[in-house]
């Protein structure tokens, strides 16, 4: 299952639908583009809670998922706490996923 997610975040990273880094994540919030903030299981508490907190205020899912290399792996990158995804098919369907 992992690895389907994995692979499906590549796919969204691809078609250029993922937000990476704190910062960007966050103006791309209130400016409502964000579907779906994915964060590391191994953030920190503050990193964590900052995004949970900014994803109520905006009304937008968050999940936890991976570790910080396995997301990083996933988008062919280094290693990533937080994704933010900006397409709403993509969110659903990592939602569903995520959530199975």
């Known amino acids: 299952m ?10 969204a990273m691809r078609a250029g639908k993922v937000k990476m880094g704190e910062s960007v994540i966050l ?3 209130k400016k409502k583009n964000i579907k779906l903030v994915i964060v590391a299981s191994d953030a920190s508490i503050n ?4 995004m949970q907190n900014k994803c109520d205020s905006y009304q937008v899912d968050i ?3 991976g570790t ?4 990083g792996q996933a988008l062919g990158k280094g ?11 993509f969110a659903k369907k990592l939602l569903s996923m995520i959530d199975e």
């Not at 992992?2 to 796919?11: A, H, K, V």
């Not at 990193?47 to 900052?50: E, I």
């Open 2 to 11: 992992r690895n389907n997610i994995s692979q499906f975040l590549g796919l």
């Open 27 to 29: 103006s791309e919030l």
């Open 47 to 50: 990193t964590t809670q900052l």
């Open 63 to 65: 999940r936890l998922y």
């Open 68 to 71: 910080r290399s396995e997301l």
């Open 79 to 89: 290693e990533r706490v937080n994704i933010g995804i900006t397409d709403a098919g």
